[in-house]
T-cell receptor
Framework: KNEVEQSPQNLTAQEGEFITINCSYSVGISALHWLQQHPGGGIVSLFMLSSGKKKHGRLIATINIQEKHSSLHITASHPRDSAVYICAVRDQGAQKLVFGQGTRLTINP | EPEVTQTPSHQVTQMGQEVILRCVPISNHLYFYWYRQILGQKVEFLVSFYNNEISEKSEIFDDQFSVERPDGSNFTLKIRSTKLEDSAMYFC????????????FGPGTRLTVT
């Protein structure tokens, strides 16, 4: 059974700062997802990756399969980036996602 | 842009009552999921559904739970006799097919059991 750990659990930063959220997992996977959960509860998919790096606007996600580790970076952070960021993994041969506990990000103006 | 929809957004029910949570997945998607999130906890997988049958289910998904795709568009989660601990946000998700496809989540149904 895969265990997904995120750090930090809470992160407060000033607008404009570079943000890094980390995710580690215990067992080899077929894919890793980064998700954003807004205060109202809705979940939005940001990235799905199985190797290397992906970039979308100010967001960058990387994964190191050998290290079983992924990072989500936000450049030039903005108050609207405030949300809970969740890492979730899909085990090899499975379809279901196993979720981390989330990182609550607060960006102050 | 196509999206997953869920109804109702909030359901309040008494312990022991049956509830049905409804989802309309994205129209050309073939794989459907239910997840739940108890307040303050991680999102947890409940069940996946493919080709009109359950593909995977978790330990949480016991005999009190069932899923159905009654027509070509709806995907439902039924809880037969609700317990206080069933209070949670329930998310439906869909993906295009098996394999490395993104899962798209609905806005959730907040279930409160009193």
């Amino acid at each position: 059974k895969n265990e997904v750990e995120q750090s930090p659990q809470n992160l407060t930063a000033q607008e404009g700062e570079f943000i890094t959220i980390n995710c580690s997992y215990s067992v080899g996977i077929s894919a890793l997802h980064w998700l954003q959960q807004h205060p109202g509860g809705g979940i939005v998919s940001l990235f799905m990756l199985s190797s290397g790096k992906k970039k979308h606007g100010r967001l960058i996600a990387t994964i190191n399969i050998q290290e079983k580790h992924s990072s989500l970076h936000i450049t030039a952070s903005h108050p609207r980036d405030s949300a809970v960021y969740i890492c979730a993994v899909r085990d090899q041969g499975a379809q279901k996602l196993v979720f981390g506990q989330g990182t609550r990000l607060t960006i102050n103006p | 842009e196509p999206e997953v929809t869920q109804t109702p957004s909030h359901q309040v029910t008494q312990m022991g009552q049956e509830v049905i949570l409804r989802c309309v997945p994205i129209s050309n998607h073939l794989y459907f999921y239910w997840y739940r999130q108890i307040l303050g906890q991680k999102v947890e997988f409940l069940v996946s559904f493919y080709n009109n049958e359950i593909s995977e289910k978790s330990e949480i998904f016991d005999d009190q739970f069932s899923v159905e795709r009654p027509d070509g568009s709806n995907f439902t989660l039924k809880i037969r006799s609700t317990k206080l601990e069933d209070s949670a946000m329930y998310f439906c998700a869909s993906s295009r097919d098996r394999g490395k496809y993104e899962q798209y989540f609905g806005p959730g149904t907040r279930l409160t059991v009193t």
